[in-house]
């Protein structure tokens, strides 16, 4: 029955993806065997230090870029070998929302007219009066408010947080299934980014919008995606992925327990007991042109092992967590001491 | 501001009203116009040039008569500009001569601007093949030669008509701005609105046309008014040196007929020579002033200061 597996397969889904850059001469494998899915109503956090591959990720499965290997399936169905059809009913379903709102709104086109164009594109308003309605129904979602006095503004007028708020009311135009949105709220002030979060939360409660949030803050993983999904990222790879509760309260793989211990205390005194740098045993990220042999993350490691250096980890259930974590020293303590 | 006679409070709590919507687009539109003062003077002076070529030839006539007998005859208050080598008046003649030049100039920079908007921003938004094989194209009609290709079609045809010899010249002058526009939309492509616009699948043309080369609106503007003065000096050139046909009334005809008729040498055929010639530097003047203008309008940025 193909219509019960088309509406089992999940919203998107992003089969070990790998994409490898080359760059002067050089191989950057700024994503390798990724796999992640997101279904209808689901968030899903990517978390992770800059250059561990999360905005990659996240454009793959906005169909940004074609994978160098592995595939991209959305709603079952690979994005490289889909009809005309499927395509149009993909793009329409998964937004992206820029990191930079500066660089993302056309600086010539009002704020009524960069929302217009897709609406009446796609066939969403007819008459000006309908477009107009649905303008201003958009910027009030996205608390542009009183939204008669955004219409005609153009980008250059506004400052980044409202820019933000128009960019991320272009995603919600086509109302689609899924938005994936690259540190979408970093050029927000705090209440903003608060008001935008619940916005979020709600769409995707009372409409059923699966989410992509990419970070690099905890907290806001923590506020955002607590009925969701968490995985963190390092240098390409997924190391650890569970529910967001899981992995804030019991970490398991080094790295997220190092990124935990990362958000600063406010009380001095438990601030003064904290080991600097998380535990980890340098501050330095390898370079992706020259990845550490076997597990990525062992030169930073403070539970690094000899067969660390040699093997590296794959995806597995930690014993006694919810979660999967790519760390041999969590996922099989055993073997190390049978073999020391 | 208003006083109205409206004594409800509430006032206060419409939120500004869109100051600029109680100004009629009229004089919103004039005071764009004027902000700049040169650019102002510019607009003038082309809407004067083309009101007097225009308009001027249906109230004077276009038929011009002459006496021969009166050739060379000095300025005067019945000839503002005196008379020319078959006495005929100067000022009647400038006044028909200036509608072959405008015409001329605006429909090949109007030729020359599409062509290379279009190839330019489909060549450097698709690349690969396409973009080679019109980055050859552009090659090879860069190194036609305009002069000598218009004299071998005026021997071999009648290049008798001045739309003929717009189309030519529109035809053979766009490669240069093709490749400035292909260079802008390569670095404009990558913009992330460009990108925000392909996800929202609104199709490549209107992310071309729509999104890509309005951005580049001032520049093309003032780059069809650098087209149609390029273009003027071009047709001008060529009636001077006599490589187009001399049949009808224009300033080109009028400075080659002032040229082979030596007019130089007399003094008072000064004005059949400096009056043609006058008017096309005006006219290239007033465009060129007039691009500042344009540059206000289309620039949103600028729009506010």
């Known amino acids: ?340 | 501001m208003t006083a109205t006679s409206s004594p409800v409070p509430d006032q206060q709590a419409v939120p500004t009203p869109a100051k600029s919507a109680g100004v009629s687009p009229l004089r919103r539109l004039f005071s764009e116009l004027t902000r700049s003062t040169s650019g102002f003077i510019g607009l003038c002076l082309v809407l004067a040039i083309v009101l007097l070529s225009v308009v001027g030839p249906m109230i004077v006539g276009t038929s011009v008569p002459g006496d021969p007998m009166r050739a060379w005859e000095a300025p005067s208050s019945d000839h503002w500009l005196g008379l020319e080598g078959a006495g005929k008046d100067t000022l009647h003649l400038l006044i028909i001569g200036g509608r072959t030049v405008l015409m001329v100039g605006f429909l090949a920079a109007t030729i020359t601007t599409v062509i290379a908007v279009a190839i330019g921003a489909l060549a450097g938004y698709f690349g690969g093949r396409f973009d080679a094989i019109m980055l050859q194209l552009t090659d090879i009609v860069m190194t036609v030669p305009q002069i000598v290709l218009l004299a071998v079609v005026g021997a071999f045809y009648k290049l008798d008509s001045p739309t003929l010899l717009a189309v030519i010249v529109g035809a053979l002058s766009w490669p240069v701005l093709m490749r400035s526009i292909r260079a802008q939309v390569l670095s404009l492509k990558e913009r992330e609105f460009v990108e925000a616009a392909q996800l929202l699948d609104v199709g490549w043309a209107r992310i071309v046309f729509g999104e890509i080369v309005p951005n580049m609106a001032s520049y093309i503007l003032i780059n069809f008014i650098i087209a149609v003065t390029n273009a003027i000096y071009a047709m001008v050139g060529l009636y001077l040196l006599g490589l187009a046909p001399q049949r009808g009334i224009n300033w080109g005809i009028m400075i080659n007929d002032a040229w082979t008729k030596g007019a130089m040498f007399n003094p008072d055929a000064m004005p059949y020579i400096i009056a043609p010639v006058t008017m096309i530097v005006l006219l290239q003047l007033g465009l060129i002033l007039l691009t500042r203008t344009l540059d206000e309008i289309l620039n949103p940025r600028l729009r506010d200061r």
Not at chain 1, 42 to 58: D, P
């Open chain 1, 1 to 340: 029955m193909p219509e019960t597996t088309g509406s089992t397969a999940p919203l998107i889904e992003l089969d070990t993806v790998s994409q490898v850059f080359h760059a002067k001469g050089q191989d950057l494998p700024a994503v390798s065997g990724v796999s992640l899915s997101v279904d209808e109503g689901e968030v899903l956090c990517l978390v992770g230090e800059s250059g561990s591959g999360k905005t990659t990720t996240a454009r793959l499965a906005a169909g940004l870029a074609a994978p160098t290997g592995g595939a991209v399936r959305f709603r079952g169905k690979d994005l490289q070998s889909m009809t005309r059809a499927e395509r149009h009913e993909y793009r329409r379903a998964v937004q992206y929302i820029h990191q930079d709102p500066y660089a993302s709104l056309n600086p010539i086109r009002s704020v009524r007219s960069t929302l217009s164009i897709p609406l009446r594109k796609h066939g969403l308003a007819h008459s000006a009066a309908e477009v107009e309605q649905r303008v201003d129904e958009l910027l009030t979602t996205v608390d542009l408010t009183p939204a008669e006095s955004y219409r005609s503004k153009f980008p250059h007028q506004l400052s980044g947080g409202q820019r933000q708020r128009v960019s991320v009311a272009r995603g919600l135009t086509l109302n689609p299934k899924l938005l994936i949105a690259d540190e979408s709220t970093s050029m927000l002030d705090v209440s903003i980014r608060v008001s935008l979060l619940n916005m979020f939360t709600r769409l995707r409660k009372e409409e059923g919008v699966g989410f992509i949030y990419i970070t690099h803050d905890l907290a806001l993983a923590k506020y955002f995606a607590w009925e969701g999904r968490t995985a963190v990222m390092y240098l390409g790879k997924i190391v650890e992925v569970g529910p967001t509760p899981q992995i804030i309260a019991n970490p398991q793989h080094p790295y997220t327990r190092a990124l935990l211990d990362a958000v600063p205390e406010p009380d001095p005194e438990l601030a003064a007991l904290k080991k600097p740098g998380g535990g980890l045993l340098s501050a330095e990220i390898p370079s992706l042109a020259a990845l550490p042999s076997g597990c990525a993350f062992h030169p930073r490691c403070p539970l690094a092992q000899d067969r660390c250096r040699t093997s590296s980890p794959q995806l597995k259930p930690a014993p006694g967590a919810e979660q999967d974590v790519a760390c041999m020293v969590v996922t099989d303590p055993a073997s190390s001491e049978a073999s020391a």
